[in-house]
């Protein structure tokens, strides 16, 4: 997954990712593609989702640079519950996302700067090159398994808690 923002986004996209794949050789294509093998080898920081039906934590991996953005969670055959990847994107802005090279369904959580569900793309069908858009400005984009958001009661207004976002409120 990764965004496909403006023309020279996709150019520069498109020349990183066939950098990246001149560099990744078949062992390591296959190690990312291995469930759990690509995760097993990235840090993860903890994530909660705050709902009408409570507070779920979540695992996520951290997407900062355009190099970890253009390669998201393609590759991937698998996306345990409870996971997930975090696009960080700093200042507000109308993103865009795709589901190039992406082999399972995900939920796309479009996050505005403080914390906000903006709107979630609800199971984006793989392998898709469709353009799914934020429909807004948004800071971040939270990616967790197809359907997750439905099964946590996740809808546009909750919260995310990240240190992204800003410090977690004082109870």
Do not use: C
Not at 92 to 110: G, H, Q, S
């Amino acid at each position: 997954m990764r965004e496909i923002g403006n023309w020279r986004g996709r150019a520069r996209g498109a020349a990183l990712l066939a950098a990246m794949a001149a560099a990744l050789g078949p062992a390591d294509a296959q190690e990312r593609a291995t469930p759990g093998a690509a995760s097993a080898a990235v840090a993860e920081e903890r994530l909660a989702l705050v709902t009408a039906s409570g507070t779920h934590p979540l695992d996520v991996e951290l997407a900062t640079t355009p190099e970890k953005q253009a390669l998201g969670l393609m590759f991937r055959t698998s996306l345990p519950a409870g996971k997930g990847m975090l696009f960080v994107h700093g200042a507000e802005r109308e993103l865009t996302m795709w589901m190039r090279n992406t082999y399972i369904p995900l939920d796309m959580v479009f996050i505005r700067a403080d914390g906000t569900v903006h709107r979630i793309e609800a199971r984006a069908e793989p392998l898709s090159e469709r353009v799914i858009p934020s429909q807004g400005p948004v800071a971040a984009v939270l990616e967790i398994a197809g359907g997750e958001a439905a099964r946590l009661g996740l809808k546009p207004g909750d919260k995310v808690r990240h240190r992204v976002f800003g410090p977690a409120p004082s109870k």
